[in-house]
C-alpha cells in the first residue's frame, strides 16, 4: 500500500517538475544565462577566482579571457588542498565528498569534488529530470510502486574531513532514508567493493522483489543477469521480474548489447533510456524513446562552452556557445560546474542530434578514438558498425577494443580488433569482410584510407576467450566501478597488454 501511495504522490510531484524540462526546450539560452551568473558569483568568493580576477568578469568575454580552460592535470594542485581540508579553493566552503573517476584503466585515478550545490542542483535534480520525462512518456508508469535496481560503487572514509568514492555510492550513501525503501539490493550491499562478492549477493537478494526498473553500465548488468538466470533456472530475466519496464543505461555505447537484452528481456514493452552523466555532472537524459540523441539538461548548475574538433589542438582554441554549434559536427566538451570545475575539459566528444531543442550523442573521448592514417574513426562508428555486423550474421558482443596496426616497410596499415564474442560467428573471415565494410558505410574517411586497399588493408580481428576483459580488469586492481577498457586507441599500448594478458593465462 505504501508504495502504490507513493507512486501517485511521485507522479504529482513529476508533472509538476516537467515545467522545468519545458523551460529547457523554449529557453534554452536564458537558463544557461542564470546558471553562468550563479557560478560566477561564487566563482568571485574562491581563491581560484581571485588569482583569476574573476571580479572583473562582467560577460562571458571576460570569463574565457580571465579564466582558461583546463584539464585534470591543472586543477590537480587546487582539488589535493581541498583533499587535505583547506577551504574557499575551487569552491565557497569546505568539501568533504570526492568522487573517485578511475575512467579507463589508467592507472591515476582523478578525484572530483562533489559539493552540496553539484550533489543535490546537479546529480539528483537530473535523476528527478529523468523520471518526470519517464511519467511523461508513460504516465502509466510505476517506478515507485516496485523496487528499483541499483549497482552503486563504494566509499573509503579516510578521515574525517575526507571521504572518497564512486558518485554513485556518495548519492546513495547521502540518500534520505525515506526513498531507501523503494531500491534493492540493501545500501550495505549496494556499496561493498568486491564486485565478485556484490553481484553474487545482489543476485541472491533481487530475485526476491518485484524489480520494476533498473540502471547501470551495460556489461556489469549483464553480468548481474547471467548469474540470476543461473540460480533461478529461468529463460530470460522477465521470468524473474514480470513487471520490469525500464532500463537506464550509460557509460559505453549501448548499440553492441542491443540483442543481448533483447534476450534478457523480451517483448516490445521494454524502455531503454540512455544517460549522459559523470564524476563530473550529469549532462543529458534521453526524452524521446527509440530516437538518438539526449535532452541537454541546461539548468542544472552546469555552464556549457564547445570547441571544434578541428581546433582542440590550437594553443588558444576558441569555444563556442549553444546558439553558435551546429548539427552532425564533432566538439569537445567543456563545462564549468558548482563543483569547481571550471572551463574543464572532461575528455568527450558530442554531436549535437537537435538544436530546438538541444540533443547530443557522445560520438567519442578526446583521447580515445582513431587518427592514425587520416581515418578519424570515433567510438560511434565502430559501435554501430558491431551492431550492424552482429545483427546480419546473429553474433553477439561482450566487449572489444580496437587498435592501429603500423605500417612497416611495405606493409600497408590497418585496424586490429580484439573482441570478446558472447556468441561467435560461425565463420570469422566473412564476420571480418562484413565488419569492414560496416565501418566503411558509418565513416567516409575510413572509407577513402580503404579504397582498393591504397592507405589502409581491411581489418582484422583477434577473438579473446569469453571472460578476458573482466580478469584482466580483476588484474589490474579495476573490477568493477567506473572502470572501462578504451574501446579506441592511436597506439597498441591495451591490445597487446590484453593479448600478452590472454595468452599468460591460457598457459598455466
Known amino acids: 500500500m505504501i508504495y502504490t501511495f507513493f507512486n501517485a504522490l511521485v507522479k504529482g510531484y513529476l508533472k509538476y517538475r516537467k515545467a522545468r524540462i519545458e523551460a529547457m526546450y523554449q529557453t534554452p539560452y536564458e537558463l544557461q544565462n542564470e546558471v553562468f551568473v550563479s557560478l560566477i558569483s561564487s566563482l568571485k568568493e574562491t581563491e581560484y577566482g581571485k588569482e583569476h580576477h574573476a571580479d572583473q568578469i562582467r560577460n562571458l568575454i571576460d570569463f574565457k579571457k580571465n ?220 526524452d524521446r524513446l527509440h530516437q538518438k540523441g539526449m535532452l541537454l539538461l541546461l539548468d542544472n548548475d552546469i555552464y556549457y562552452e564547445f570547441i571544434p574538433i578541428e581546433s582542440l589542438h590550437d594553443s588558444e582554441p576558441e569555444t563556442l556557445t549553444l546558439h553558435e554549434v551546429e548539427l552532425g559536427k564533432d566538439y569537445c566538451l567543456v563545462i564549468s560546474t558548482s563543483s569547481g570545475l571550471w572551463r574543464y575539459k572532461p575528455g568527450d566528444i558530442v554531436q549535437f542530434t537537435d538544436t530546438a531543442p538541444y540533443r547530443v550523442m557522445v560520438s567519442g573521448r578526446t583521447k580515445h578514438f582513431i587518427n592514425v592514417f587520416g581515418e578519424e574513426v570515433m567510438v560511434h562508428n565502430t559501435d554501430k558498425a558491431l551492431f550492424q555486423t552482429c545483427k546480419e550474421l546473429n553474433a553477439e558482443v561482450a566487449d572489444y577494443t580496437v587498435a592501429p596496426v603500423f605500417m612497416e616497410k611495405k606493409e600497408k596499415g590497418g585496424h586490429q580488433w580484439l573482441i570478446e564474442f558472447k556468441r561467435t560467428p560461425e565463420d570469422l573471415p566473412t564476420f571480418e569482410k562484413l565488419l569492414d565494410h560496416n565501418l566503411r558505410c558509418v565513416n567516409s574517411d575510413y572509407d577513402a584510407k580503404r579504397h582498393k586497399d591504397m592507405a589502409l588493408q581491411q581489418l582484422s580481428i583477434l577473438s579473446a576467450p569469453k571472460g578476458s576483459f573482466q580478469m584482466w580488469l580483476k588484474s589490474k586492481g579495476k573490477l568493477g566501478g567506473q572502470s572501462k577498457i578504451p574501446r579506441l586507441s592511436n597506439d597498441r599500448k591495451y591490445i597487446e597488454e590484453l593479448s600478452h594478458f590472454i595468452h599468460s593465462y591460457n598457459t598455466l
Not at 582539488?79 to 569546505?94: A, H, Q, S, T, V
Not at 522483489?209 to 540470476?228: H, K, Q, S
Open 67 to 286: 579564466i582558461p580552460l583546463t584539464e585534470y592535470e591543472y586543477l590537480f594542485p587546487y582539488i589535493d588542498r581541498m583533499m587535505k581540508g583547506e577551504e574557499n579553493i575551487l569552491w565557497p566552503g569546505k568539501v568533504v565528498w570526492f568522487a573517485k573517476s578511475s575512467g579507463t584503466t589508467n592507472d591515476k585515478s582523478k578525484f572530483i569534488p562533489i559539493t552540496d550545490e553539484v550533489l543535490f542542483d546537479n546529480h539528483v535534480a537530473a535523476s528527478w529530470d529523468a523520471m518526470s520525462i519517464l511519467y511523461s512518456n508513460r504516465p502509466d508508469a510505476r517506478i515507485f510502486d516496485g523496487k528499483n535496481l541499483i549497482m552503486g560503487g563504494s566509499l573509503v572514509t579516510v578521515n574525517d574531513h575526507l571521504i572518497i568514492g564512486d558518485v554513485s555510492a556518495i548519492l546513495l550513501n547521502r540518500m534520505p532514508i525515506v526513498g531507501r525503501p523503494f531500491y534493492t539490493p540493501d545500501f550495505e550491499t549496494a556499496l561493498l567493493p568486491d564486485w565478485e562478492v556484490k553481484i553474487e549477493k545482489m543476485a541472491h537478494q533481487c530475485i526476491k522483489e518485484d524489480v520494476v526498473m533498473f540502471a547501470g553500465v551495460p556489461t556489469w548488468t549483464i553480468v548481474l543477469f547471467n548469474r540470476i538466470l543461473e540460480i533461478t533456472g529461468k529463460e530470460n530475466i522477465r521470468q524473474v521480474w514480470p513487471n520490469i519496464k525500464t532500463y537506464f543505461h550509460g557509460g559505453v555505447g549501448f548499440e553492441p548489447y542491443v540483442n543481448q537484452f533483447k534476450t534478457y528481456l523480451p517483448g516490445d514493452d521494454i524502455e531503454y533510456y540512455e544517460v549522459y552523466n559523470a564524476s563530473e555532472g550529469y549532462f543529458a537524459v534521453q
